[in-house]
């Protein structure tokens, strides 16, 4: 079953605009992950944020994690063409034998309009 | 380094056709993982590899093998293919097995179509 869900499915601004998905999740976690992936390309890891953190920065990128509301939010701020992409959460947990699952949301379509 | 590749790009196969998805990485990464990617379902774990030898089940196994017989091998089977199996397919390594906060490198996909 999808542990992530990201919200919205499609988002279309303004270059210079910022940009905000967000993610919810179901089960506990050791952290989540988020990606970026091209129009038919593989997926890239963008930031990471463990499950005791709030709050995490990786140039124009800024994450927050509550784990009270099993949510996340991703900003992009100061956005370009070149941001136009899919976002993915992905949540990280225990598979057993000191082995982890990564389980993914379906993802945010961002476009970025010059 | 190469980082993660997968052969072939592109696949039409017939329905009860079997063939092999190959997966390879020169990273020396102990994790490695198949995943599917179907429109609006977001990625889903198929299988993935602790290391050579061994081998466990995600959240969708039905329909595929996998074997792991070196570190850099992580080869992912279609015994009978099926139109359900119509996806774009994943490989994805990390370094660590233990390590949660180890990121995944993906590979570039394979397109299947089964008719």
């Known amino acids: 079953s999808q542990q992530g869900e990201e919200d919205p499915q499609a988002l279309s601004i303004q270059e210079g605009e910022n940009a905000t998905m967000n993610c919810s999740y179901k089960t506990s976690i050791n952290n989540l992950q988020w990606y970026r992936q091209n129009s038919g390309r593989g997926l890239v890891h963008l930031i990471l944020i463990r499950s005791n953190e709030r709050e995490k920065h990786s140039g124009r990128l800024r994450v927050t994690l509550d784990t009270s509301k099993k949510s996340s939010s991703l900003l992009i701020t100061a956005s370009r063409a070149a941001d136009t992409a899919s976002y993915f959460c992905a949540t990280a947990r225990s598979s057993g034998a000191g082995s982890y699952q990564l389980t993914f949301g379906k993802g945010t379509k961002l476009s970025v309009i010059p | 380094n190469a980082g993660v590749t997968q052969t072939p790009k592109f696949q039409v196969l017939k329905t009860g056709q079997s063939m092999t998805l190959q997966c390879a ?11 599917r990617q179907d429109p609006g379902m977001g990625l889903r774990l198929i299988h993935y590899s602790v290391g050579a030898g061994i081998t466990d ?59």
């Open chain 2, 25 to 35: 990485q020169d990273m020396n990464h102990e994790y490695m993982s198949w995943y």
């Open chain 2, 57 to 115: 089940q995600g959240e969708v196994p039905n329909g595929y093998n996998v074997s792991r017989s070196t570190t850099e091998d992580f080869p992912l089977r279609l015994l009978s293919a099926a139109p359900s199996q119509t996806s774009v397919y994943f490989c994805a390594s990390s370094p660590r097995v233990g390590s949660f906060t180890d990121t995944q490198y993906f590979g570039p996909g394979t397109r299947l179509t089964v008719l």
